[in-house]
C-alpha cells in the first residue's frame, strides 16, 4: 500500500516535469457564446495542438449585454474575435487591431423577412439587428436601395422576430437561420436575402489582437494561428468528433442550443471557410475584400477614412 | 397428427363435440368483436375525456394564475404611470409588487435611454425574490444594456402587454439570477401616451413545470408546454427544454406527423392527434393558453389508454378458451355416453352381420331415438332370425327337389341312351331288308325286261316280304314310341 502511494507520487512527479514548463498563457475572447461557429478553437484546445505550439490558450465567450467595443475596452483577452467590418470600424474609432488569423472567406450575412415578404419590398419596415456586433452590409444595402429601414438593435435570439415585432431580421447562415427553422418557419427563396449571393460577399470573423501585443508576441501569434488553422483542418476532416467537442462546451456554458442545431451549424461554417476561387481553406484575409468592405462602409458613413490591409495585418 | 384425424374420423362423438365446439367459436368470435370493437371505442372516449378534461383544468388553472399576474402588473402599472414625476418611488414600487404578488420573482421598472437626465442612459428599478428576501437595484449599465432586451423591446414596439419566451438572464453583475422565467411586460405611457419605458413582472418557470407535469391521467402520460418557437418550456426529457422545439428532429430526419402537431400546436388549434413517438402509439391531446401564445399537449401512450380493455379481452379471452375447452370434453364425454347404445347396437349388427341371429341385443331402456332404434333393431334381429330359418327351410326343400331332379334326369338319360341303342338295334335289323328291297329294285329296274314272270313274281315276293319285315319294325318302333310319350307326358303332369 505505502510502495503504490509512493509509485502514484513519483508518476505524478513525472507527469509535471514531462508538461510545457513554459507553455505561455494566450487568452482569447470568441464571438459569441458556446457554438460550433468556434469548433476549430476547442478542436484546437482539446486536440492538444496549442499545447503543442508551446500554448496555454483559455477560450473566454463574452456576455450578449455588452458591446464588442465595450469589451474591446475593457476586457483583458489577448485577442478577440472580430469581423472584417468591424475591425475596420473600431480601427477608425482609434482602437487599432491586427488580424493574426481569418476563418471566415466568405459572408453568412442574411436578411430575412416575416410574412413570406422580399426583404427588399419591405420599405420604411422595422428590422432587427444586433446591438452588440453590428451587421454593416445591411446599412450598406439599405443605403443603396434606398429602403429606408427602421432599424430595432436587438441583443440575440429570434424572439424579436417569432412576436412580430419586427418585419425582418439580420441573420447568420450558420445561427439564426437554422433557429427560425427549427422553430418551424417556412422559409423561402424569396423571404431570404444572402449578401453573399448578390456582390456583397464581405470576409467576416478573424482573430485580432492589439498592435502593442502583436508587436511583442508576433512567434506567439504565429503559433495560435498555425494551432488553430490545425484545429479547423481537425474538425473538418473528423466533423462528429468535432461536434463531440463542441458539445462538451455548449453545456459546460449551458448554451440554450442543441447538437442538431450545432450540426448545422459546424457544416455551415466550413462552407463558409472555402474561398470560392480556390475552393480551399485558405484562412487569409483578402486584400480585395478588405477594399470592397472599406468602400461599403465608407459609403454609408460609417468610416472616413480607408484602413488598408497592411494596416489590417499590422504590417 | 394422422391419429388425431384418424381417431376424428373414427369418433362420432369426437366430431359432434367439435363440430359444437366450431360453431360455439364462430358465433362467441362475432359477438365478441362486435361487443369489444364497441367497448374499445367507448374506452378511448372515456380515455379522451378524461385525458382532455385534465388537459382543460391544466390550462384553465395556469390560465387563471396568469390572469391573475395580469391584473396586478396592470394596477401597478397604473401606480407606476402616476408617478412618473419620482423616479425613485419606482424602486419602491417594484419592491412592492413582490410583497403582493408572492408568485412573482422579479419585476422590474425600466425606462428609455436619458427619460430622467439625472439617471443617465441607463434607469431601471429591478426588485428579486430570492425566496427569503426581496432585493432591489438599478440594474442598467453598460454591461446590461437592457434596451436592447426582448422584455424591453416587444411590448414597446407591440405597443401591447406581452408574454415573453422564457429566458434566463445573462447579466454577470448586480443580481445574479438563475433562474429560467418567463415575464409579462408593457409599455409604460406618460400622461401624452408616448411610450415611455417596460414595466416587466417575472414568473419562475418552475411553477409552470410543476402544474403542467401534474397533468397526468395515466401512470405513463406526461405533458410538454410548447412556447412560440416551438421550444420545449416543460418536457420530461429535461436535455431537450428550451434548447430543442418540437421541429428540431424533423430538421434531420422528416417526420410529417410530428410536423403537424407542432404546427396545429403553434397555430393555437385545440385537439388530438394519434401519431407514433419514440416507437409507441400515442395519442397527443394539446390545448393552447388563452393569456400565452403557448400550448400544452399531454402525450398518452395508446397502450396505457386502452390497458382495461386489453385485460378485459383477455380475460374474456381465457374465459371463452377454458369454456370451450371444458364444452369440447363434456359435450364429448355426453355425447359418447348418449351414444353408448349405439355402439351396443354396433356389435349387434356386426354379430347378426356374423349371420348370429340369436345374440341378445343391449337394452337401454331410454324411450328416446335411440331406444326406439334398440327395439327397431331387436325387431329387426327377430324377423331376420325368422325369415332366414325360413329361407333355411325352403333351402332344403329345394335343394331335396333338387336332388329328385337330378335322379329323374339321370333316369330319363339313361332311358334315352337304351332308347337310342334299341333304336340302333332296329335299324340295324331294318338295314339288311332295306338293302335286298334296294338291290332287287335295282335288278328288276336293270334287267326287268329279260326276266321272267315268275322271276319278277319270285322278286317281287322277296321284296313284299322284306317290305313287311321293314313295316314290322317300323310299328314295332312307332308302338315304343307312342309308350315312351305316354309315360313322358304322365311324368310331365305329375311334375
Known sequence: MKRDSIRKIL??????????????????????TAQAQFAGYYAAKEKGFYQAEGLDVVIQHPSLTTSVLYRLQHDHSDAFMLTLMSAIDFITQGVPMVNIFQD???????????????????????????????????FFLNHYKKLNYEWVRFTSQ?????????????????????????????????????????????????????????????????????????????????????????????????????????????????????????????????????????????????????????????? | MRNILGHIRRSLSTRLSLWVALIVVAIFATVYS????????????????????????????????????????????????????????????????????????GCSISFDPFYYKSKGQYFSAYSYNDGKNILTEQEGNEEYQYHTMDWYLIPRLLDRPYWLEPYMEDASVGIIVNDIFTSYSQPIHDKRGKTVGTFS???????FSETVSAAKPYPNSYSILLGRGGTFLVHPDTTRLFYETIFTRTLEKPDSALRALGNAMLD?????????????????????FKNTEWSVAIICKESDIIAPYVRMKWAYLSIGTIGI????????????????????????????????????????????EIGQLESSFKSMQQSLAGYVGEIKQQTETLEGRNRELEEAYERATQDERMKTSVVRHMTGQMAEPVSLIVKTAQVIHDGGRQMSADELRAKTREMTDN?????????????????????????????
Open chain 1, 11 to 32: 508518476m505524478g512527479l513525472l507527469l509535471l516535469v514531462s508538461l510545457p514548463s513554459s507553455a505561455e498563457r494566450f487568452v482569447f475572447t470568441t464571438a459569441w
Open chain 2, 268 to 288: 393555437r388549434e385545440t385537439g388530438h392527434k394519434e401519431m407514433e413517438i419514440d416507437g409507441e402509439d400515442c395519442y397527443v391531446f394539446y390545448k393552447p
Open chain 1, 104 to 138: 471566415s472567406m466568405n459572408s453568412s450575412n442574411m436578411l430575412i423577412a416575416r410574412w413570406g415578404a422580399d426583404p427588399l419590398k419591405l420599405k420604411g419596415k422595422k428590422v432587427a439587428v444586433y446591438s452588440t456586433d453590428l451587421n454593416y452590409s445591411v
Open chain 1, 158 to 315: 429570434i424572439n424579436l422576430f417569432l412576436s412580430g415585432a419586427v418585419d425582418a431580421m439580420m441573420a447568420l447562415s450558420y445561427n439564426e437561420y437554422y433557429r427560425l427553422l427549427q422553430a418551424g418557419f417556412r422559409l423561402g427563396k424569396e423571404n431570404v436575402y444572402r449578401f453573399s449571393e448578390h456582390d456583397l460577399n464581405i470576409q467576416e470573423h478573424g482573430v485580432y489582437v492589439r498592435p502593442d501585443y502583436y508587436r511583442d508576441h508576433k512567434e506567439t501569434c504565429r503559433r495560435f494561428a498555425r494551432a488553430t488553422r490545425k484545429g479547423w483542418e481537425w474538425a473538418a476532416t473528423h466533423p462528429e468528433l468535432a461536434l463531440d467537442i463542441v458539445m462538451k462546451y455548449v453545456r459546460k456554458y449551458n448554451s440554450p442550443t442543441n447538437r442538431t442545431m450545432q450540426r448545422f451549424m459546424l457544416m455551415e461554417v466550413l462552407r463558409l471557410q472555402l474561398d470560392r476561387e480556390s475552393g480551399k481553406r485558405e484562412f487569409r484575409l483578402r486584400p480585395d475584400m478588405v477594399e470592397k468592405a472599406n468602400r461599403m462602409m465608407r459609403e454609408c458613413g460609417f468610416i472616413k477614412r480607408t484602413v488598408t490591409y497592411q494596416e489590417l495585418m499590422g504590417q
Open chain 2, 34 to 105: 362486435m361487443v369489444f370493437s364497441e367497448l374499445r371505442e367507448v374506452m378511448k372516449e372515456e380515455a379522451f375525456s378524461k385525458a382532455t378534461k385534465t388537459l382543460e383544468g391544466t390550462v384553465l388553472h395556469i390560465d387563471n394564475t396568469l390572469h391573475s399576474v395580469e391584473v396586478a402588473s396592470n394596477n401597478m402599472l397604473y401606480n407606476i404611470e402616476q408617478h412618473l414625476d419620482n423616479p425613485d418611488m419606482m424602486f419602491e414600487l417594484s419592491r412592492q409588487t413582490l410583497k403582493d404578488n408572492p408568485i412573482l420573482t
Open chain 2, 467 to 495: 317290305t313287311t319285315q321293314v313295316t314290322g319294325l317300323l310299328d314295332e318302333l312307332l308302338k315304343t314310341a307312342q309308350e315312351e310319350a305316354h309315360t313322358t307326358k304322365g311324368k310331365e303332369g305329375e311334375s
Open chain 2, 201 to 207: 413582472v417575472d414568473i419562475c418557470l418552475d411553477w
Open chain 2, 325 to 368: 375447452l371444458l364444452l369440447v370434453v363434456f359435450s364429448s364425454r355426453i355425447v359418447r355416453k348418449n351414444l353408448r347404445p349405439l355402439r351396443h347396437l354396433t356389435k349387434s349388427a356386426q354379430r347378426v352381420a356374423d349371420e348370429h341371429f340369436n345374440g341378445t341385443v343391449h337394452e337401454s331402456h331410454r324411450i328416446d
